[in-house]
């Protein structure tokens, strides 16, 4: 099955930024469906993407959007609701895939690529992220025709430049330069590469024997929250002293966090982070992919100077690629 043309869900986001440059090699049609289309300018500068704005909610629009098309990518994802936007945890993690699935059949489409999390599960655990994610995954497989060739990439936390996990504990850790109270210390990652995730994704695109495979991506390193967070401290020169917090005090800090804007953590990603993040079935090893450690990565854009920072933010905000 050769893919020339792909419809993409979702990515203006992190994973996007990623993934379209690499899918864009000149000869493929890709276009990219986006709620904000003036956020995602930036994509533009590879050759053939086009920007359309949708309601990704629309059964009709999906439909239309996808004919002809031979691939849908599905990088849609919340890690908290939103007071401001009225789409809940089964709104986008479950309605939306299965939507997408029975979209795809009517509109012909032959392959469907859809982003879901490690550890999600829709009979286990307290955390409607990780539950809905599984319950997505559970729809999609059957709301497809048989004639949809459906693969789920199922990431630890992803890192890279423009991440917001490692960034946005460096932004805090800026914020606190005496005394960081981290909540969850003990709960552990394999983060992984997101160049190594859009390797995986490009290597099971068209490729026969990836129909209906959920692939498991880690990174090589098993890290604790404290480690990473410490990890980074050290990657910006920050000296603050990290103080881990008990189970109640976490939980205490998650329900006052998430009242305030921006949520920079709810008491539903206390409750994911009860469910450790790491892989039982190696998804790189099975495609022969050797994944990249923080090492290799991370110095290159978290040590950056506060201005190469700033400058850095401003592209990604004008969708500039200077
Ligand atoms: N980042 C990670 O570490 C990580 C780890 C595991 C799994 N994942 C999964 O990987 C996928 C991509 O992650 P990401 O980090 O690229 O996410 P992201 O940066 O937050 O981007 C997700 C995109 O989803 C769209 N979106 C968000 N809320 C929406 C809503 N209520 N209705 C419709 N569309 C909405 C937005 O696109 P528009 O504004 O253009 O519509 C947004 O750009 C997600 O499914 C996420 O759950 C991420």
Known sequence: MKINSICILGGSGFVGRHLIPALANGQRKIRVLSSHPQRARHLLVSPGVELVKADVFDPASLRNHFTGFDCVINLVGILNESRAKHRGFRAVHVELPTLIAESSSAAGVSRLLH?????????????????????????????????????????????????KFLNRFASLLRMSPLMFPLACPNARFAPVYVGDVVEAMLQTLDAADA???????????????????????????????????????????????????????????????????ICSKDGFAQLGITPRSLGEIVPGYLGQSGQAARLDRWRARAGRNV
Not at 224 to 250: C, F, K
């Open 115 to 163: 982003m879901s999390a490690l550890q999600a599960d829709s009979a286990r655990g307290t955390s409607l992220y990780l539950r809905t994610k599984g319950e997505g995954e559970n729809r999609i497989a059957v709301a497809g025709s048989s004639n949809l060739s459906v693969s789920v990439y199922k990431p630890s936390v992803m890192f890279g430049p423009g991440d």
């Open 211 to 277: 129909k209906g495979v959920h692939y498991e991506l880690c990174g090589p390193e098993q890290l604790t929250l404290r480690e990473l967070v410490q990890y980074t401290a050290t990657n910006i020169g920050s000296t603050s002293y990290i103080v881990g917090l008990s189970d109640r005090l976490s939980r205490i800090q998650a329900r006052i966090l998430q009242w305030v804007p921006g949520k920079p953590f709810s008491l539903d990603n206390y409750l994911s982070l009860q469910t450790d993040s």
